[in-house]
C-alpha cells in the first residue's frame, strides 16, 4: 500500500546550525503538506506544495517538491530552540483522497 | 475565532467498552478527518467526511466508525475497545477538501484513549 517514509527519524542539532528532513512516497503524489507538532501539542499546518520542482519559503524555512513529484524536503537555516519539535509532511496520491501522512522527524536543538 | 474543539481530552475505559469521541470543526469548515497517534505508528488515518459523506476510509478493523452531522460536528465511536486501540486520537478539520485548494488541516488537540 502507499507509504510516505521520512529521514531521519530523529535529529539533534546544535543552535545555529541547518537542519534538513526528507519525505519520500512510493507513488506519485498530487500535492504534498508540511506539519510542525511541538511536544505535547497537535500538529500544525505549516504549508502546501502542488508543482514538480516548487520551492516555497517561510522565513527560515525552505519546502521543495521533487520533480517527480515523489518525495519533497523541509530545511531550517540556523536552527533556534523554538524549532523543537516533530515535522510531518503529508501526501495526497494522485487517485485518492485521502492524506498519508509521514513518519516524522522529531528535532531536538541544543542550545 | 475557536478553533477545533474535541471532547473529551482524556479517557479511561476497559477492554470490551465502547467509546464515542466527539469533534467541532471550526466554523464554516465542511470537511472533517480522523487521525490515530501511536508512538510507533505515527499519525494514522481513519476517515474523512466532506458535508456529512464519508469520502474515505482508512485500513481500520469495523469497530472503528463515525459520522458527521448537518453542523459539520463529527463523531467517532470504537466498539468492543482492545489494549491496542490506546492512542491519541486527532480529529482535524478543513475549509475545503483538504489539498483541492490551498487548506491544511487545522487539528483539535485530540482525545487521549488508555484501554486498561
Known amino acids: 500500500g502507499q507509504q510516505v517514509m521520512q529521514i531521519p527519524q530523529y535529529q539533534h542539532v546544535q543552535e545555529g546550525e541547518d537542519f534538513t528532513t526528507y519525505c519520500n512516497s512510493s507513488?506519485?503524489?498530487?500535492?504534498i503538506q508540511w506539519y510542525k507538532q511541538r511536544p505535547g501539542g497537535h500538529p500544525v499546518f505549516l504549508i502546501q506544495?502542488?508543482?514538480?520542482?516548487e520551492v516555497k519559503k517561510q522565513k527560515r524555512l525552505t519546502f521543495q517538491f521533487g520533480e517527480a513529484k515523489k518525495n519533497s524536503s523541509l530545511h531550517i537555516t540556523a536552527t533556534q530552540t523554538t524549532d523543537v519539535g516533530t515535522y510531518f509532511c503529508?501526501?495526497?496520491?494522485?487517485?485518492?483522497?485521502?492524506?498519508?501522512f509521514g513518519t516524522g522527524t522529531s528535532l531536538t536543538v541544543i542550545p | 475565532k475557536a478553533g477545533v474543539t474535541q471532547t473529551p481530552r482524556y479517557l479511561i475505559k476497559t477492554r470490551g467498552q465502547q467509546v464515542t469521541l466527539s469533534c467541532s470543526p471550526i466554523?464554516?469548515?465542511?470537511?472533517v478527518s480522523w487521525y490515530q497517534q501511536t508512538p510507533g505508528q505515527g499519525l494514522q488515518f481513519l476517515f474523512e467526511?466532506?458535508?456529512?459523506?464519508?469520502?474515505n476510509k482508512g485500513n481500520f478493523p469495523g469497530r472503528f466508525s463515525g459520522r458527521q452531522f448537518s453542523n459539520s460536528r463529527s463523531e467517532m465511536n470504537v466498539s468492543t475497545l482492545e489494549l491496542g486501540d490506546s492512542a491519541l486520537y486527532l480529529c482535524?478539520?478543513?475549509?475545503?477538501?483538504?489539498?483541492?485548494?490551498?487548506?491544511?488541516?487545522?487539528f483539535g488537540s485530540g482525545t487521549r484513549l488508555t484501554v486498561v
Open positions: 466554523s464554516g469548515h465542511r470537511s
Open positions: 467526511y466532506f458535508s456529512e459523506t464519508q469520502r
Open positions: 503529508a501526501g495526497k496520491v494522485n487517485t485518492g483522497n485521502q492524506f498519508y
Open positions: 507513488t506519485t503524489l498530487s500535492n
Open positions: 506544495l502542488v508543482k514538480s520542482g
Open positions: 482535524a478539520s478543513s475549509l475545503d477538501i483538504p489539498g483541492d485548494s490551498n487548506y491544511g488541516y487545522t
